[in-house]
């Protein structure tokens, strides 16, 4: 069984080396996945918080945001877009992504 951060360093070295046309349709459609993907890490920073505490869920999904950093980064090349556009909308959101997703936070920060 291929672990998650081996599976994510694959796909962002496959997206490294390719480049997805700029066809706004095809990267309308591979951009909402990448959307639903970062409102779940929101949620899922919320839930960990109330659940474990914020120290433990900063830690335990710090190892997350190492492989899932990259591969946002290696999409937005690929496909030509700014990470500003994948900005959660709600402050509380954008918090939580700070807060347990900073390398990810820091990507949509500065529109790398």
């Known amino acids: 069984m291929i672990d998650f951060n081996t599976l994510m360093t694959k796909a962002a070295?496959?997206?490294?080396?390719?480049?997805?046309?700029?066809?706004q349709t095809l990267r309308g459609v591979t951009s909402n996945p990448i959307r639903k993907l970062i409102v779940g890490m929101t949620n899922a920073c919320a839930l960990s918080a109330n659940r474990f505490g914020p120290d433990t869920s900063k830690y335990q999904l710090?190892?997350?945001?190492?492989?899932?950093?990259?591969?946002?980064?290696?999409?937005s090349s690929a496909t030509g877009s700014n990470p500003t556009e994948f900005v959660p909308q709600d402050v509380d959101a954008m918090m939580n992504l700070r807060n347990c997703f900073p390398s990810t936070a820091k990507l949509f920060s500065s529109g790398a």
């Open 13 to 23: 070295m496959e997206l490294s080396s390719h480049s997805i046309p700029a066809n």
């Open 62 to 75: 710090a190892m997350l945001d190492t492989n899932i950093s990259p591969f946002l980064g290696a999409f």
